[in-house]
């Protein structure tokens, strides 16, 4: 069974530029999240997707921030425009079911906006 | 507000030594509780979990934790450490909402591990 996939693994941007980070989850699984980690902080959960559903996304810094899940199968998250604060690694994690069920963690994209 | 705490950024062992990594939790109602380990230049891998039952629950590479509701902690243990055991290590919580929204996991800024041979 793959695992969670991210891309890019790293992306390096000036302040004020765009980008979109993908996830692909483990197939079949309905639960989507992201969560980011800015350097040495605790890991923060940004939103949840249920397939399509926004279920949660009070996580969202502000409205730079934009994800989309279309069709229920993969989901990106686009920051624009970016900011220096928003330097970190961003994770995407997904489960089969909710709640009692562990989230599988994909590797990360690490995001440094200059 | 709810949190998980961490209260050491590293810990140091020797190999064949046991250790321990705490956790310490603060929710309210019933917390579901995760340890992650993070290798350099990987994603989070799971390890183990508590939901309920045992309090001491066993977990992946001879990991175990043991959950004390009295104390709110759920620290990780391994009997021998191993210098492959060296990574950080992240402790989590989840605790249902009354829609089950708000699931995600509640992460304590984790703890490095480090094994000497």
């Known amino acids: 069974e793959a695992g969670v996939t991210q891309f890019p693994s790293h992306s390096v941007i000036e302040k004020g530029q765009t980008v979109t980070l993908r996830c692909d989850p483990i197939s079949g699984h309905d639960n989507l999240y992201w969560y980011r980690r800015v350097m040495g902080k605790e890991i923060k959960f940004l939103l949840h997707f249920v397939k399509e559903s926004k279920q949660d996304e009070s996580g969202m810094p502000n409205n730079r921030f934009l994800a989309e899940r279309t069709g229920g199968t993969y989901s990106t998250l686009k920051v624009q425009p970016a900011e220096l604060e928003d330097s970190g690694v961003y994770f995407c994690?997904?489960?089969?079911?909710?709640?009692?069920?562990?989230?599988?963690f994909g590797p990360g994209t690490r995001l440094t906006v200059t | 507000a709810q949190s998980v705490a961490q209260p050491e950024d590293q810990v140091n062992v020797a190999e064949g030594n046991p250790l321990t990594v705490k956790c310490t939790y603060s929710?309210?109602?019933?917390?579901?509780l995760f340890w992650y380990v993070q290798y350099p230049n990987r994603g989070l891998q799971f390890l183990l979990k508590y939901i309920t039952g045992d309090n001491l629950v066993k977990g992946s590479y001879g990991f175990e934790a043991e959950f004390n509701k009295s104390q709110t902690s759920f620290h990780l243990k391994k009997p021998s450490a191993l210098v492959s055991d060296s990574a950080l290590y992240f402790c989590?919580?989840?605790?249902?909402?009354?829609?089950?929204?708000?699931?995600?996991?509640?992460f304590g800024k984790g703890t490095t591990l480090s094994v000497s041979s």
């Open positions: 989590a919580v989840r605790v249902m909402g009354a829609n089950q929204a708000g699931t995600a996991l509640i």
């Open positions: 994690a997904s489960s089969h079911r909710d709640f009692a069920y562990e989230q599988y």
């Open positions: 929710v309210s109602g019933n917390p579901y």
